[in-house]
């Protein structure tokens, strides 16, 4: 499991990574269900599924060595992003859904991107 881990390219192991720290950051917040605050663990579920597959999509890019179409798909991530961002918060605070928080998507968002940050530091230094 460890070989095939370290097989992949830094978008996967950060989407693996994430779908771990999800699922465990999941566990852990389970009580929020029962308190009435379950817009806040379902709101980072979805922040991190949103960051799971945009670096799957990242990860297929890679795979193909256009570099080009990486840049690109990293600014249309970024639109996606913004575009999901307002959406959500459109839906929250005008169509009275009130079934994911718009913060804890973003943070569960940024979890990823931590994730992505610290994998890409421990590349840089040349430890796998």
Not at 55 to 79: A, P
Request: no cysteine.
């Amino acid at each position: 499991m460890i070989t095939a881990f370290n097989k992949l390219n830094i978008y996967y192991k950060t989407a693996f990574l994430s779908l771990v720290v999800g699922a465990v950051l999941s566990l852990v917040l389970m009580f929020l269900f029962f308190i009435g605050q379950s817009e806040i663990i379902l709101g980072l579920i979805i922040g991190i599924l949103f960051g799971i597959i945009i670096y799957m999509i990242n990860g297929l890019i890679d795979r193909t060595q256009n570099n080009k179409l990486l840049i690109g798909f990293i600014f249309t991530r970024l639109l996606l992003l913004i575009g999901f961002m307002f959406g959500m918060s459109f839906l929250y605070y005008q169509g009275g859904v009130h079934t994911f928080n718009v913060i804890a998507i973003a943070g569960g968002y940024l979890l990823v991107e931590l994730i992505f940050i610290l994998l890409h530091v421990r590349y840089r230094d040349g430890t796998r």
